[in-house]
Each structure stands twice: as C-alpha cells, then as structure tokens.
C-alpha cells in the first residue's frame, strides 16, 4: 500500500505541495506513509460499514471523513510546527545579531544560536547550519528553508546575507530590524484572530452541524433519510444542499479570514 501510494505522489506533480506539507509538519513518517493510512482507513471504514448494510450516502461520508484523518492530521501538525517556528524565529534572530555583532561568522553564529534554543525553529536553522558547513551556500540553504517552511520572513533573511556578503553593512541591524517587524506582526496577528473568533467559530458550526444531524439521523431512523436519497429529486435536493453549504462556508472562512 505505501509502495502504491508513493507511485501515486510521484505521477501526480500536483500532490508535491503534500509532501512539502509533511516535511513541513515534522512527523517522523513519509508523505507516501500517510497517504497509505488514509486509504487503508478509507477501505476498512467502506467495507465494515458495507458488511453492516449502511446506506450507501453513509458509507462514502464515512469513508471520505475517516479516510480523510490522517491527512487532516498531517495537516494540524505542520500548522501547529509553524506557527510554533513563527513564533521562535524573532528570538533567534535577536540572538543571531548578538552573535554577528560579537564578531562571530555567521554560519558559526548559526549553529551555536540553534543550539540555544529547542523546537522547530532550532532543528531547521541547525540543519541549515549543517548544509553550510558541508558546503552549501548559507543564502541557498535558507531559501530552501523558507520554502519548505513557508516562510517569507526567512526568505528575507536570506536575502539580508547574500546582500551582506556581496556588499557588505551592517548584518545585525538588519537582522534586529526583521525580528522587531515579525514580533509586532505576530502582535497584530494575535489582536485579529481574538476579533474574528466568532465569526470562525460560527462558521465552523454551521458547517459541521448539518452533516452531523444527517448522520445521526441516519443511524436512528434510516427509513426518513432513505425517502430523501431513493429519489432523483432527493438527490437533486441534497447535492444542491451540500454545495450551498461548502459555498457559504468558503465564504465566511474568506470574510474572516483577515490576511495580517
């Protein structure tokens, strides 16, 4: 299964992004390893709730929301990891220009700041380190670390370097100018997110409510969803329902969804 999978990712260009997600989340599993969990949990939740004698509506929502887990959780984690790094990069930055102003290269400066600090942003700036001492430009190797991140504060970073080391100035205070710009984002951030909870919140509800009623109606009683499923109509009715919803989901999802 995970060897089909890995077919699958490598055919597929489209799905890079999920692997980069992956990375990214920093589980010790593949991209390829995550996606076979998602199809063995996918074909165990069609087949047991097939043996049961499930509707047939039922049994693709189950299979398309339990299957869908371990990709959802993969997901959360990279989230989770990068905020986290987001959250840890201005102090390193801080440090890294009190390293710089002290007189230490910056490559140097690097590894030991990495090895002050613990969590993600210390495991991805010592692996920087690391492709610096084995030869790799420091400006490349934090290019692919603001990618493989998402992270366009690092992109800055790098390009701080390369300019430093090709014309020189003044590092630190460009260094000290980025972390000062990232905390106070970071502080604008927060003030949005704290003024936008409802609206979140109450999108997220009356996304989930609906499927949710549908189920536990099905299980109760599934004679009065069958009526509703047996005829074109119904159908007709009920994917018309479930496109209004994700409609107006993405809609409120986009409306506070404030870009800081």
Same mark, same amino acid.
């Given at each position: ?8 990712? +490598?055919? %597929? ?68 990891? %990068? ?24 490559? +140097? ?17 010592? %692996? ?28 800055? =970073?790098?390009?701080? $370097?390369?300019?430093? +080391?090709?014309?020189? /100035?003044?590092?630190?205070? =460009? ?8 905390? +106070? ?13 409802? /609206?979140? &919140? ?14 536990? $109606?099905?299980? =109760? ?25 994700? =409609? ?6 986009? &409306?506070?969804? &404030?870009?800081?």
């Amino acid at each position: 299964m995970e060897r089909l999978a890995g077919r699958v990712l +490598q055919r %597929r260009p489209e799905l890079f992004r999920f692997v980069g997600l992956v990375e990214r989340s920093g589980l010790d599993v593949g991209a390829a390893e995550v996606v076979a969990a998602a199809m063995v949990v996918g074909g165990a939740t069609g087949v047991l709730l097939t043996v049961l004698g499930m509707p047939v509506m039922l049994v693709a929502m189950a299979v398309v929301c339990l299957g869908s887990l371990p990709l959802l959780a993969a997901g959360v984690a990279a989230r989770r990891r %990068r905020r986290r790094f987001a959250a840890d990069l201005p102090g390193l930055l801080q440090l890294l220009a009190g390293a710089v102003r002290a007189g230490f290269p910056v490559s +140097q400066a690097l590894m030991g700041v990495s090895d002050e600090l613990t969590g993600p942003v210390s495991d991805e700036f010592r %692996r920087v380190a690391s492709e610096s001492g084995l030869g790799r430009p420091l400006p490349e190797s934090l290019s692919a670390l603001a990618e493989r991140m998402g992270s366009d504060d690092v992109a800055w =970073v790098g390009m701080a $370097i390369e300019l430093h +080391q090709h014309a020189g /100035g003044n590092l630190a205070e =460009v260094l000290d100018t980025v972390a000062h710009t990232i905390t +106070q984002r970071e502080r604008l951030r927060a003030e949005v997110a704290t003024l936008t909870a409802e /609206g979140r &919140i109450s999108a997220l509800v009356l996304g989930l409510l609906p499927p949710l009623l549908t189920g536990v $109606i099905t299980v =109760v009683n599934p004679g009065y969803v069958a009526s509703l499923l047996d005829e074109p109509l119904g159908l007709a009715m009920v994917v018309g329902a479930a496109v209004a919803m994700v =409609v107006g989901f993405v809609w409120m999802h986009r &409306i506070v969804g &404030i870009d800081v």
